[in-house]
T-cell receptor, first 116, second 111 residues
Framework: DVKVTQSSRYLVKRTGEKVFLECVQD?????MFWYRQDPGLGLRLIYF???????EKGDIPEGYSVSREKKERFSLILESASTNQTSMYLC???????????????FGEGSWLTVV | AQSVTQLDSQVPVFEEAPVELRCNYS??????LFWYVQYPNQGLQLLLK??????LVKGINGFEAEFNKSQTSFHLRKPSVHISDTAEYFC?????????FGAGTTVTVRA
């Protein structure tokens, strides 16, 4: 089974702290994604990466950065956490080979971040 | 640009009754369509997907969806729900490797 593992399920951080959310996938997927989930808004794409050291902005990149130094690991960084970044963060991955754009995206279980 | 609209934010339903969750999308190009389910305190799990071919797609747990290109819809149905189907359901459109999601529909199944 594909496994996407997010290292922290629940975090509480203070305003202004630097926050790292880590994600590891074990299926050698080329693409990795970070989404943010908020009630009534669904999931919104923050960043995605299609290769090591490659990244592209999603729909809401402001206040976030990412790092992908190894294929299996994709980190989301909040340089200076703010209360409006309190949310559920979901990591995902897939492999674009085969049907273009059609490959299932697999999700981790999510990281609940509270910024106080 | 593509967008996804889920027409119902909350759907209460009695056990063993049918349920339909409505999803409309807008896109100027061909897309791939998905339904995901999220059980409480868990990540998202794929229910079914439409890539091409037959417009009626069958998924896990007895769910099915019908792709209607002329109405740009991808509605999800189940003929008889169980308590365990209580969850949030997301419709999604995949274009250029990225998924765009609807706001979600919360289904609450009551005995």
């Amino acid at each position: 089974d594909v496994k996407v593992t997010q290292s922290s399920r629940y975090l509480v951080k203070r305003t202004g702290e630097k926050v790292f959310l880590e994600c590891v996938q074990d299926m050698d997927h080329e693409n990795m994604f970070w989404y943010r989930q908020d009630p009534g808004l669904g999931l919104r794409l923050i960043y995605f990466s299609y290769d090591v050291k490659m990244k592209e902005k999603g729909d809401i990149p402001e206040g976030y950065s990412v790092s992908r130094e190894k294929k299996e690991r994709f980190s989301l960084i909040l340089e200076s956490a703010s209360t409006n970044q309190t949310s559920m963060y979901l990591c995902a991955s897939n492999n674009p080979t085969g049907t273009q754009g059609g490959n299932t995206i697999y999700f981790g279980e999510g990281s609940w971040l509270t910024v106080v | 640009a593509q967008s996804v609209t889920q027409l119902d934010s909350q759907v209460p339903v009695f056990e063993e009754a049918p349920v339909e969750l409505r999803c409309n999308y807008s896109s100027s190009v061909s897309v791939y369509l998905f339904w995901y389910v999220q059980y409480p305190n868990q990540g998202l799990q794929l229910l079914l997907k439409y890539l091409s071919g037959s417009t009626l797609v069958k998924g896990i747990n007895g769910f099915e969806a019908e792709f209607n290109k002329s109405q740009t819809s991808f509605h999800l149905r189940k003929p008889s729900v169980h308590i365990s189907d209580t969850a949030e359901y997301f419709c999604a459109v995949n274009f250029d490797y990225k998924l765009s999601f609807g706001a979600g529909t919360t289904v609450t199944v009551r005995a």
